[in-house]
């Protein structure tokens, strides 16, 4: 069982940036691969970015230039540095963990956490 906690989300002006990080009680987080996804008001949970196994990222268009995916398997934890940020990147984010899975699809991610709220006002 691979716990998950979000943590670095807020209020931030047109333009701003946030790192979220997402710590993990697996000691080897190396093993797993982690996905941001994020959730809008009255939206389905949508992908965000990915990172796999071997560090291999991938990003949703939407974000691609904007946010980056990166992990310190030393300190279990994987982050999500978000820039330019946009109102329309207002959701809740979340981080998950698959030991093989690293694609964009939430439902085949097994280990979910509780979410971190993002607003981007205008």
């Known amino acids: 069982q691979v716990h998950l906690r979000e943590s670095g989300g807020g209020l931030v002006q047109t333009g701003g940036s946030l790192r979220l990080s997402c710590v993990a009680s697996?000691?080897?987080?190396?093993?797993?691969?982690m996905g941001w996804f994020r959730q809008g008001p009255g939206k389905e949970r949508e992908y965000v970015a990915s990172i796999s196994r071997n560090d291999n990222t991938f990003y949703a268009d939407s974000v691609k230039g904007r946010f980056t995916i990166s992990r310190d398997n030393a300190k279990n934890t994987v982050y999500l540095q978000m820039n330019s940020l946009k109102p329309e990147d207002t959701a809740v984010y979340y981080c998950?963990?698959?030991?093989?899975?690293?694609?964009?699809?939430?439902?085949?991610?097994?280990?979910w956490g509780q979410g971190t709220q993002v607003t981007v006002s205008s």
């Open positions: 697996e000691r080897t987080l190396s093993t797993y691969a």
């Open positions: 998950a963990a698959d030991a093989v899975y690293s694609g964009s699809y939430p439902q085949s991610y097994t280990y």
